[in-house]
């Protein structure tokens, strides 16, 4: 019996309580897109201020449906504006409807090959234009459009081109834009419309082009605090806003709104 | 590496197997014995979250457990924060997610007891609850105990369900196996190698751990 005492003994030790670090950071809700910029960002803040803050990174839409459904986030940064104006349109903003938040960064969108791929990148797309013609291109990599902006606008950009009926067919669809440029890099797709503040990430090898802005609607990158937000995510969310967020902001590819 | 994520996870598993173990021994032993009708019934409701796609149960958990159910409104009344999102929340599912891997064991084993001993028990003048006790629960342990240790390796490993319910905040639902999900998306396959390796150890130690605890004189002896 004295082995099952011990057993149970282990188990009760295993489920005791941690101490409470959690309630002192907030936790906030991200797009993917800003990981590296926000992974910065949160260890400046922390040296400047001596406080820390969670980061949870996922699809912008994936976020807004875990903050409909009561997530304890205190801010949300999302990729499309439009995310934030209807959470402010249903009151679950800190200030309430006429709360809708502050657009704090304009995100790019890039083509984006690996090293051996045969997609050639350039800013007009002539060269994923030629790959799906010949079907050197055989797999495409875009964020899904229905939860994550730059899937959206990956949209339009091919839209505007015409080429959205060619690659309709050779499309796979990342859950989120992390997961989009993870197909890209790991060869399982030729390339990939991706963000640019992801791309710069260290250690991601790739060739990239820049998509010329007016190909698609902005990509403009707006934060809200939400209700229950304490000091340390207001302080968070109005360092973004100032010289030192902005400085690292413009450093991962993103202009001021 | 993600520690707060193995501590989280360790811990999760912990809880589930304490709260789970004691549902488990009496569902187990009902389902074992019972003349009821309802009993297939009852089965196969334990085993839906085995058969289910994760997504699935994660959301009907998040329908039942979310902030404008029954149960989401009575936890924010009694505590002040929603269950979803939550730890508590987590814990709520995954003893949900595990009653097939506690309770099909336990239900095998005593099935394994047999009518006769428990009528022997009570012709001794044991109460069923001493019968319990002293003559089916020593007989039935290994049953039992398998249960354990398949909900606990399960709850490490449980991916899926935990996402949808738990929504991967630091320290307070991002399990090991969404660390290193987060790392892989952070193109960081170092660190998620570490980690996944760091699972594989700890989910083999914990497994081993057991069976060498446990031992191979269960059952063997029954009674004081």
Sequence with gaps: MRRYCLLLLLLLALAAPAPATADATPAIAAAASLRTALDEAAIAFRRSTGR?????????????????????????????????????????????????????????????????????????????????????????AIANPDVAPYGARAR?????????????????????????????TSGGADGGLVSLSLVRTPG???????????????????????????????????????????RILSRHGYTRP | MDWEALELSLRLAAITVLVLMPLAVFLGRWLATTPSRARPLVEALIVLPLVLPPTVVGFYLLAAMGPDSLAGRGWTALFDQGLVFSFQGLVVASVIVNLPFAVQPAQRAFEGVGPDLRAAAASCGMSPWAALRRVELPLALPGVLTGAILTFAHTLGEFGVVLMVGGAIPGETRTLALSIYDRVQALDHDAAGRMAALLLVVSLAAVALTYALTGRRIGTRVGP
């Design chain 1, 204 to 246: 991601v090898a790739g060739r990239y082009a820049l998509i010329p802005a007016d190909r698609h609607a902005p990509l403009t990158q707006r934060m809200v605090l939400l209700p229950g937000a304490g000091t340390t995510a207001r302080r968070f969310h109005d360092w973004l806003l100032g010289p030192a967020g902005q």
């Design chain 1, 52 to 140: 820390s803050v969670r980061l949870t990174y996922g699809a912008s839409g994936s976020l807004v449906q875990q903050i409909r459904n009561g997530a304890p986030y205190q801010l949300f940064l999302s990729a499309d504006e439009a995310h934030v104006v209807a959470l402010a349109a249903d009151g679950r903003t800190l200030g309430g409807p006429a709360d809708r938040g502050r657009n704090f960064a304009v995100g790019r969108l890039v083509l984006f090959a690996p090293p051996r791929s045969p997609l050639q990148v350039d800013s007009e797309l002539q060269g994923l234009r030629r790959g799906l013609a010949d079907g050197s291109v055989r797999r495409l």
């Design chain 1, 156 to 184: 339009e950009a091919l839209q505007h081109a015409d080429l959205w009926d060619a690659a309709k067919p050779r499309l796979v669809y990342g859950e989120n834009i992390s997961q989009t440029l993870q197909f890209a």
